[in-house]
Structure formats: C-alpha cells, structure tokens
C-alpha cells in the first residue's frame, strides 16, 4: 500500500464509480454556462459604467462582479477535481506523457486547465485590485480590464468540439 495516501490515489478511489464523473462532468460543463454568462455581463456592466463614468454601487456594480468571481472560482475548483479524476486530464499526461498527446488530447489535459487557471488569477486580480480603488471610474476599468482579459482566455481555450456534439 505505499501511496495509498497520495491525494491523486485517494481522489481516484473516492471517484471511481462513473457514475460520480459523469456527474462532475455534467456539472463541469453546465456550470461553464452560467460562468460565461455572468462573466459577459460583469464585464459589459463594467464596460458601460468605465464609459459612461457611473458610480459604483454595491446593490449592482459590486454584487454582479462578486458572483462572476465566486462562480469562476467555483468552476475552477470542480475543474480541477475533474482533471484529476478524469482519462483526459492527468491519466492522459502520465500515461502517453506530453509528447504523445495529440492536439484534442493536449487541448482537455494541458491547455483548457492551464489557460483558465491563468483566467481566473487575472479575474482575482481585478477584483482585488477594484477594492483599492476610491472612484467609480477606476473600479470599473480595473474589473472591464482583468475580468475581459479572464473572459478572452476561457473563450479560447474552451472545447467547442465537445460543446456542440
């Protein structure tokens, strides 16, 4: 039993049922919907308030980028708990290794995991960095700013072939 703690073996144990990675898998995918919509109109409200000079409020400005964040982050997190668990992710690097991975391969164990993990570090950021700032104007480009650049990364690297199949 050596390893038997190493969390990869034990997150394979708990999960090895399909019907539990169906289930992660569904909700992956779902939940990226609601994600995408929030994030679009996070940094539309953004956009429109940078533009217009509004002021930042808490009732709609403050709550709409704060469920953005939450939902991205809640994404994140059953994303990873799916590369893990999943024969697309981490299986796939460890048993054909980087250079044996086709471009759809590559695209599921490397690329989407990569890029989003760096989208929802730049959309942390431009909530931090929103927080720090006094003036509407200057909160509204901070989130229009980073949560876009967030936005972009996830759009790029989603598989659309998966998606419309």
């Not at 969390?7 to 539990?20: E, H, V």
Request: with cysteine.
């Amino acid at each position: 039993m050596p390893g038997f703690f190493c969390p990869t073996n034990f997150i394979t144990l708990a999960f090895k049922s399909n019907f539990m990675y169906e289930t992660i898998q569904i909700v992956h995918s779902y939940l990226a919907y609601v994600v995408l919509a929030i994030l679009f109109l996070a940094v539309a409200n953004a956009i429109m308030g940078w533009v217009s000079n509004k002021m930042f409020t808490m009732e709609k400005d403050l709550r709409l980028s704060l469920f953005a964040l939450i939902f991205s982050h809640i994404q994140l997190l059953v994303g990873l708990l799916l590369f893990f668990i999943s024969a697309n992710g981490l299986k796939a690097i460890q048993s054909l290794g980087m250079g044996g991975l086709n471009a759809p391969a590559r695209l599921l164990a490397v690329e989407h995991p990569f890029i989003n993990i760096i989208a929802i570090v730049l959309i942390t950021i431009g909530w931090s960095r929103h927080k720090k700032f006094m003036e509407g104007r200057k909160k509204f480009k901070s989130i229009a700013i980073f949560y876009g650049l967030g936005l972009v990364l996830i759009l790029s690297r989603i598989p659309w072939g998966q998606w419309f199949n």
